[in-house]
């Protein structure tokens, strides 16, 4: 079975990095750390309408607290072509699908396998 997990970083509630990086934790630990963490932006709407979109800062300092506990596959959604749309190689940095809106548009995996390091990636691709 496939598992990701999402989490919307909403400001004031959910958005302090002490949380953030003990939510990292459990997922390595209880989960995998090849489990795909997409943190999602939040977007003020309805009874949270008083609230302010999350600030990028925070959900990239978010993204690289996961990736310095060994979360290998972290995304961050809702920010527009951002580089962290995009799935990297763990052992390597070399970008190995190239996504657009959510869309992969660029696929260069042998498989499973980095074609630059021959990594193991982990996730079901088609």
Not at 87 to 115: D, F, H, K, M, W
């Amino acid at each position: 079975m496939h598992v990701e997990v999402v989490t919307n970083l909403i400001p004031g509630i959910n958005d302090r990095l002490a949380e953030l990086r003990d939510l990292s934790a459990w997922i390595g630990d209880e989960l995998s750390c090849d489990v795909p963490w997409h943190i999602t932006r939040f977007h003020p709407c309805w009874r949270l309408s008083h609230l302010t979109p999350t600030a990028v800062n925070r959900m990239e300092e978010a993204r690289e607290a996961a990736l310095a506990i060994g979360l290998r596959y972290v995304y961050l959604g809702n920010i527009c072509a951002h580089p962290s749309n995009h799935t990297y190689c763990p052992r390597c940095s070399r970008r190995l699908i190239t996504r657009n809106a959510n869309e992969p548009v660029q696929s260069l995996l042998s498989g499973n396998y980095c074609p630059f390091c021959g990594f193991f990636v982990a996730g079901r691709f088609r």
